[in-house]
Nanobody, 115 residues
Framework: VQLQASGGGLVQAGGSLRLSCAAS????????MVWYRQAPEKQRELVAT???????NYKDSVKGRFTVSRDNAKNTVYLQMNSLTPDDTAVYYC??????????WGQGTQVTVSS
């Protein structure tokens, strides 16, 4: 099983980035997908989720700015991030969940937002 996250980088405040997470080795369409992030010296926090059926949920501070989506044909989940602020600076991780035993993580992609 592999989750390959990509799309991070350095962007100015107000800019946008689109993260991707490509999965292999799992039946992707069945999995509940989660984007987390972890800023330096802070705990990892949930950013957005998308169910196998496409239902989405977001951390309050990213609502209206971030959009999570999935393409089951490409085994990929996306996180479109707009109006970025320095507080969004973190390593972003994708996570695939399918209880009772499916819980897989990507390697993380760094997002840095300069003021």
């Amino acid at each position: 099983v592999q989750l390959q996250a990509s799309g991070g980088g350095l962007v100015q405040a107000g800019g946008s980035l689109r993260l991707s997470c490509a999965a292999s080795g799992i039946t992707f369409s069945r999995y509940f997908m989660v984007w987390y992030r972890q800023a330096p010296e802070k705990q990892r926090e949930l950013v957005a989720t998308i169910s196998s059926g496409g239902t989405t949920n977001y951390k309050d501070s990213v609502k209206g700015r971030f959009t999570v989506s999935r393409d089951n044909a490409k085994n990929t989940v996306y996180l479109q991030m707009n109006s970025l602020t320095p507080d969004d600076t973190a390593v972003y991780y994708c996570n695939a969940k399918l209880p009772p035993g499916g819980d897989y993580w990507g390697q993380g992609t760094q997002v840095t937002v300069s003021s």
